[in-house]
């Protein structure tokens, strides 16, 4: 089990940039696949990118794909998500979690952070 706390959040404008970050508790973080999911009001929680273990294996939903970059450092137990261009539709609270499997499907997320709420004005 590791413990997630997310931090960066906060209100920006169209097309500005802002970089989330996710500390994580625990001996193994490094071996724990790290996703970014969001949940916008009224809506599910959706995927949004995720990292292996292997930091040069990543997947992005389409919807941040080219905009957003996950990334890690195992020595800092932290992951991050660079987040450009960022638009109204990008509005969202924002969730790290830990998982064993590489899979865009939230289910499969043992350990999530509390989330940081992430508004992008027009």
């Known amino acids: 089990q590791v413990q997630l706390v997310e931090a960066g959040g906060g209100l920006v404008q169209a097309g500005e940039s802002m970089r989330l970050s996710c500390a994580a508790s625990?001996?193994?973080?490094?071996?724990?696949?790290m996703g970014w999911f969001r949940q916008a009001p009224g809506k599910e929680r959706e995927f949004a990118a995720v990292i292996s273990w292997n930091p040069t294996i990543r997947m992005y939903a389409d919807s941040v794909e080219g905009r957003f970059t996950i990334s890690r450092d195992n020595a800092k137990n932290t992951v991050y998500l660079q987040m450009n261009s960022l638009k109204p539709e990008d509005t969202a609270v924002y969730y790290c979690a830990a998982g064993v499997v590489y899979s865009r499907d939230p289910d499969l997320y043992g350990d999530w952070g509390q989330g940081t709420q992430v508004t992008v004005s027009s």
């Open positions: 625990g001996s193994s973080f490094s071996t724990y696949t």
